[in-house]
């Protein structure tokens, strides 16, 4: 699809930090917007009143998605395991399920979803997430393998998907879109590190190029020194 095939996308979380900056370049890059999210988080899009449509409600409501998406052609999705009520998957499934036939759909996780196996992490990465998703599920903030669930479905489906795996976030200035591999553990994603503002400017660019239909690239930082040193063909 190129730039021209898309001219109207849906934002599912739209309130987030991740959610505001989907908003914000999708805006710049003169698309009609529509964004989701909960009630209570509406306010959060206040500085957009004017520009952007809004349907609030539970973003893993099917029925809630399903008006949101009508007539879009893209679908940004910030895939968040709140809860224990399967709110990643449940939000995944109902993208899946209502958007038109042909539509991007781009959806946002970390570097701890893997798609085939091969990615590489270290001791410390993995414990880390053990450790978050057993502190998460006992205090009943946050379901990290129901985000694991929810790309599962994902990349099961036959849709025109791609998987955005953000390394470390940020915040602070743009600079650029950033650099890709198919796999954690590869030297150019070393750094671990990518501005909040540039993961989202990668899933907004992500629409409209077809060379990542049915990718997940992990991304980090342009300017990170591991991104550096590849691109000047130095080993990290």
Not at 54 to 69: F, S
Not at 127 to 136: E, K, Y
């Amino acid at each position: 699809m190129g730039t021209d095939g898309v001219k109207k996308v849906c934002i599912v979380g739209a309130s987030g930090k991740l959610g505001q900056y989907l908003v914000r370049h999708a805006l710049e890059r003169g698309y009609e917007v529509v964004g989701v999210c909960r009630e209570r988080s509406v306010p959060k899009l206040a500085a957009f009143e004017g520009r952007i449509t809004v349907v609030p409600g539970p973003t893993n409501d099917p029925e809630v998605i399903r008006r949101a998406v009508e007539g879009c052609d893209g679908v940004l999705t910030v895939l968040v395991p709140w809860g224990v009520r399967q709110y990643a998957s449940g939000t995944a499934q109902a993208v899946l399920d209502h958007a038109r036939p042909g539509a991007r759909l781009v959806f946002s996780c970390g570097w701890h979803i893997t798609r085939d196996g091969r990615d590489t992490y270290s001791w410390m990465f993995r414990a880390g997430v053990r450790i978050a998703a057993w502190l998460g599920k006992l205090v009943r903030y946050v379901e990290i393998d129901d985000q694991v669930e929810a790309c599962r479905r994902v990349f099961a489906s036959d849709t025109r998907w791609t998987v955005v795996r953000g390394s470390t976030l940020e915040e602070g200035e743009s600079q650029g879109l950033p650099v890709w591999s198919r796999h954690v553990g590869d030297p150019v994603l070393a750094s671990d590190l990518t501005r909040r503002v540039d993961f989202a400017l990668f899933m907004v660019a992500a629409l409209t190029d077809d060379a990542l239909v049915r990718e997940a690239p992990a991304i980090v930082g342009r300017l990170t020194p591991s991104a550096l040193a590849h691109a000047f063909g130095e080993h990290v």
